[in-house]
């Protein structure tokens, strides 16, 4: 390139490299850019991907200057680098044979500074104009600890519109992200050591942009791993991290510190906030503890959304999933309309020893008498709502023939308005004991007589009456799992299930197409059940895909820590100045925990579950208040961890009680071992029990156990269908490469059994910040 400018320079044409710039005492890239502003245009060789050179052409290309990519097409390796870069093909380059004097003829023979330059506005036509509040932040493709935290923390500043992701950097062709970079008002590239797979394109692809970035005078932040050796040109925008939390509080500083951009009169990033420690308790954990504040921070999910809408039959989670708070906080919402009546049912308990005696004594005809039992309850649940509705209006009941009807209905059938359904469940069973049955009667005659079922259509009938002004009725069900305890008969407890799934669809029918005269109302009806009790339940259903799950699992994190953050913002009274709710994470918790960001670990430790989150939280908050500390350190988080854990074991105990195995014994196997296990190690902890298979499949249902589906990629599931489904893709994927099946114990359950964390081994993993004490 130096002979190259000498040989234009003696054809009249100014040339100069950066050799030729007077740099003594100043800063490089100053003068660099400088001289390029200076010039018509930029003849970069980018044979080796120079990222130099490559920040350099895209400061050009930004400042709207002919620009040539000068390739020496007779080296291979050039040509190879050339095509997996890929981004600039749509430029088109100048191959010159690395022959000086054909570089410099192809030069003098087009002489482009004689045309305007057209390249920058071809790619920016039907560009955006500048957000202030956009910034650009192009995808890693190595998802490494540190890639995934910078992520995660942009994703959830909601002050920034974060620009450039999705698929990894390149593979968009080149005007989408120049267009992006000229929406943005401010700039952040992650560069990647040398030992990374694809780094070196990854980061000339990077410095190419950047240079544009730095073109279009956007505030720049380029970071690296520890012992990443900068180009020269970048040296000074560049900053080096030594842990995800150390970068993600430098790229915090740099996005406070960002000046106004023009026009606006706001930051792009947000004021410091005060620190102090506001508040004592982030709530109660368990939603009926705490109806009336759940309104204040529930979030609202499209689970919830359709729940709402009418067309969730069963909801299905985990215990702590946030199913009663759901139900709660959707009849808070379906009685905001008046239209709507709302039926909740929550019995408090009931008596299942007379349900099994009388399921066993009427054999083949179970189904029948559980099927007509549960429409027994429905039809007389909903009745007696709609008289307490009508008693609660301002015109009381005796103003109104057909409320008067249906009272005088419920009274013939022996139920009183005031009965919930664990009492008329215990009524109905010991109705329907052998010592009220005739010797010549059918069972289905014994049941009708005794559930008065002939009398069924006349009930609906008139609650219809009642509900001429109603366009819907949400029946509502929870609770179920009161007598889901150990030693229960499980078999007759799922058919009581399954024939309540069935009544479903009939109640819903007999509504909708009521006896002519009469309009029909619309019911719907949601069924809440924890995991592990529909998976039983669907092993005894004869088409269990028919049944129709809603299952709530919180794989979303950003969704998951809201559950947390929403607690705060209600519970802490004053607003920041800028009218935006405080940074929880900021003013409440120390930075970092074990190397990581304090909010990414306890994601990390936690189940993804919004009981398990405010938890853990409540337990590191009452330890930093108990020790006297202003904020919550990461030796108190820590010190919460064993708490939380315990916590978590003794859960998981509560769902292994329809089980055929002692758990307690089973888990203690796991002591002291590393969190991540081969197949024959777990077969060999698991050894004790009758069937180790079944065991194992268990607690990967329950997200105990991890699978390794991809090299050093565990995942954790959650029901029986994804257990089945995740573990063939594990056993797949080892039997293709020759190895065993890799398990991981999840991390919420480690520090209670103290398991070894040889997870841990991670450089942006690492427990610097543990007093020996707490270790």
């Not at 009642?466 to 499980?490: C, M, P």
């Not at 479903?504 to 197409?513: L, N, Q, Y």
């Not at 994470?585 to 930075?591: C, I, M, N, R, T």
């Amino acid at each position: 390139m130096r002979d190259t400018a000498a040989r234009l320079n003696d054809f009249e044409t100014v040339a100069s490299t950066w050799e030729d710039l007077p740099i003594e005492g100043r800063t490089l890239i100053a003068e660099i850019c400088a001289r390029i502003d200076e010039s018509d245009a930029l003849l970069a060789e980018v044979s080796d991907l120079n990222n130099n050179v490559l920040f350099e052409a895209g400061f050009g290309l930004a400042r709207n200057k002919h620009l040539w990519l000068a390739v020496d097409d007779t080296d291979v390796e050039a040509l190879r680098l050339w095509d997996e870069l890929s981004i600039l093909s749509t430029i088109g380059r100048v191959d010159y044979a690395g022959n000086v004097d054909r570089l410099a003829e192809r030069w003098i023979e087009k002489n482009p500074t004689l045309e305007p330059a057209t390249l920058l506005g071809t790619l920016l036509a039907s560009g955006k104009a500048r957000e202030s509040d956009a910034v650009f932040a192009p995808t890693v493709p190595v998802r490494f600890q540190a890639v995934q935290t910078l992520e995660k923390y942009l994703e959830r500043r909601t002050d920034l519109k974060v620009l450039g992701g999705g698929d990894d950097l390149g593979l968009a062709p080149l005007d989408f992200y120049v267009k992006q970079i000229y929406q943005s008002s401010a700039a952040i590239f992650h560069l990647l050591g040398p030992h990374r797979h694809r780094a070196r394109i990854h980061n000339a692809r990077a410095s190419f942009m950047a240079g544009i970035a730095h073109g279009f005078d956007l505030p720049l932040l380029m970071v690296a791993e520890d012992g990443f050796k900068s180009p020269l040109d970048y040296k000074d925008m560049l900053y080096t991290y030594s842990s995800a939390a150390k970068l993600q509080e430098q790229v915090g500083h740099w996005l406070d510190s960002v000046p106004k951009a023009a026009g606006t009169n706001k930051r792009l990033g947000r004021l410091a906030l005060d620190i102090e420690l506001p508040l004592e308790s982030f709530g109660q954990y368990v939603a009926e503890y705490e109806r009336e504040e759940l309104n204040d921070y529930f979030i609202d999910t499209s689970e919830f959304r359709s729940i709402m809408a009418g067309t969730a039959k069963v909801f299905v989670g985990r215990k702590g999933t946030g199913k009663t708070a759901t139900m709660s906080q959707a009849v808070i919402e379906l009685r905001k309309d008046r239209r709507n009546l709302v039926v909740a049912i929550k019995p408090s308990a009931y008596e299942l020893a007379g349900l099994v005696e009388v399921v066993r004594g009427l054999g083949p005809s179970s189904e029948y008498v559980l099927l007509s039992l549960w429409t027994y309850l429905i039809y007389t649940e909903i009745a007696t709502r709609t008289i307490t509705f009508a008693s609660e209006r301002p015109a009381s009941t005796g103003t109104n023939a057909a409320y008067l009807a249906l009272e005088s209905e419920l009274n013939d059938l022996g139920i009183r308005s005031d009965d919930d359904m664990s009492a008329r469940l215990e009524k109905a069973v010991a109705s329907l004991s052998n010592k009220n049955r005739r010797a010549d009667e059918t069972d289905q005659e014994f049941i009708a007589r005794e559930l008065k079922t002939n009398r069924l259509g006349r009930l609906r009938d008139l609650i219809l009456e009642t509900l001429r002004d109603f366009q819907r009725v949400a029946v509502l069900i929870d609770n179920l799992d009161k007598a889901w305890e150990h030693g229960a008969d499980y078999e007759v407890m799922s058919k009581f299930i399954l024939a309540l799934l069935s009544a479903i669809g009939r109640v819903e029918k007999d509504f909708a197409k009521p006896p002519r005269g009469l309009d029909p109302v619309n019911v719907t009806l949601t069924v809440f059940l924890r995991t592990d009790i529909y998976d039983r339940v669907a092993g005894f259903a004869r088409e269990p895909d028919k049944i129709g799950v809603l299952a709530v699992q919180w794989q979303d994190e950003e969704l998951l820590v809201r559950v947390l953050e929403e607690r705060y913002a209600a519970k802490r009274s004053k607003k920041n100045r800028n009218g935006v709710a405080p940074d929880m994470w900021e003013e409440v918790f120390a930075g970092e925990v074990r190397g990581l960001p304090t909010r990414d670990y306890f994601l990390w430790r936690t189940l993804p579950r919004p009981r398990d989150l405010i938890y853990f939280a409540n337990a590191a908050l009452t330890t930093a208040i108990n020790r006297r500390h202003h904020a919550i350190e990461s030796s108190d988080v820590v010190f919460a961890e064993h708490q939380y854990s315990k916590f978590a074991i003794d859960a998981l105990l509560v769902e292994s009680d329809a089980e055929p195995f002692d758990l307690e014994e089973l888990l203690f196997e796991f002591a002291g071992v590393d969190s991540t296990l081969g197949g024959a190690e777990l077969e060999g902890l698991l050894s004790a029990a009758e069937s180790p298979s079944d065991v194992r499949q268990w607690l990967i249902r329950t997200s105990f156990l991890g699978i390794e589906v991809r090299q050093g990629e565990f995942i954790h599931v959650e029901g029986e269908t994804a257990a089945k489904r995740k573990l063939k893709v594990a056993e797949r994927s080892a039997s293709n490469g020759g190895e065993d099946i890799r398990f991981r114990v999840h991390p919420a359950f480690r520090s209670y059994l103290e398991i070894r964390d040889d997870d841990l081994h991670h450089p942006d993993v690492r427990d610097t910040t543990l007093t020996e004490s707490a270790k």
